[in-house]
């Protein structure tokens, strides 16, 4: 079965540093991958989104970036966060299958809160 | 791009009793409408997904209905028990290429009393 991982489960990190979180996915191969963010009490916003290898599209202008190195792995990083990047940041995944929807999993979650 | 408004924001029930949380969408190139369940601290989980050549899904105690023409789409939560509340989120989805991009809802607030 699929699994996905993501750490640090939190992150508390001080204004102008710098960001890495990592999420990988078990079980599957050629995956889609996303990003998300989620504000305290909101819904979920898209920011990133990966079909393969070296290909992210970005879905919100911001102080954040992505990467995909590998299949199955999908990094989020920042040279100097901001006050306004706190929250809580999940990866997801899904199968590819064709031209279909597939359903988006979710993984544990890193919370990132910035002093 | 797409738009989803969702309602009630907070919603109260007592054990036993139906929930129905309702959203809209904007888009009509849309096709696919999954709900997750988030509960407090924890990630978003599926519990139940629509595509849109169906009106309606149901999982047991879980119901959704979808209605094209109108772009509306619902949740239906029967003989509700304490551990279904939560917060719960629709969302709409069409294809970009081969990825499929959600664009959630902003979440209904469940609680379930004795």
């Known amino acids: 079965s699929q699994t996905i991982h993501q750490w640090p489960a939190t992150l508390v990190q001080p204004v102008g540093s710098p960001l890495s979180l990592e999420c990988t996915v078990e079980g599957t191969s050629n995956p889609n991958l996303y990003w998300y963010r989620q504000a305290a009490g909101r819904g979920l916003q898209l920011l990133f989104y990966?079909?393969?290898?070296?290909?992210i599209s970005s879905e919100v202008p911001q102080n954040l970036s992505a990467s995909r190195p590998q299949d199955r792995q999908f990094i989020l990083s920042s040279k100097k966060l901001l006050l306004s990047d706190s929250g809580f940041y999940l990866c997801?995944?899904?199968?590819?299958?064709?031209?279909?929807?597939?359903?988006?999993?979710f993984g544990y979650g890193t919370r990132l809160s910035i002093l | 791009g797409e738009n989803v408004e969702q309602h009630p924001s907070t919603l109260s029930v007592q054990e036993g009793d139906s929930a129905v949380i309702k959203c809209t969408y904007s888009d009509s190139a849309s096709n696919y409408f999954p709900w997750y369940k988030q509960e407090l601290g924890k990630r978003p989980q599926l519990i139940i997904d629509?595509?849109?050549?169906?009106g309606e899904k149901k999982d047991q105690r879980i119901a959704v209905t979808l209605n094209k023409t109108a772009k509306h789409f619902s949740l239906h939560i029967t003989e509700t028990q304490p551990e279904d509340s939560a917060v719960y989120f629709c969302?709409?989805?069409?294809?970009?290429?081969?990825?499929?991009?959600?664009?959630f809802g902003t979440g209904t607030r469940l609680q379930v009393t004795l």
């Open positions: 629509i595509r849109s050549n169906v």
């Open positions: 990966s079909v393969g290898i070296g290909q």
């Open positions: 969302a709409a989805s069409s294809l970009t290429g081969t990825a499929s991009k959600l664009t």
């Open positions: 997801a995944w899904s199968a590819r299958v064709g031209v279909s929807n597939q359903p988006q999993h």
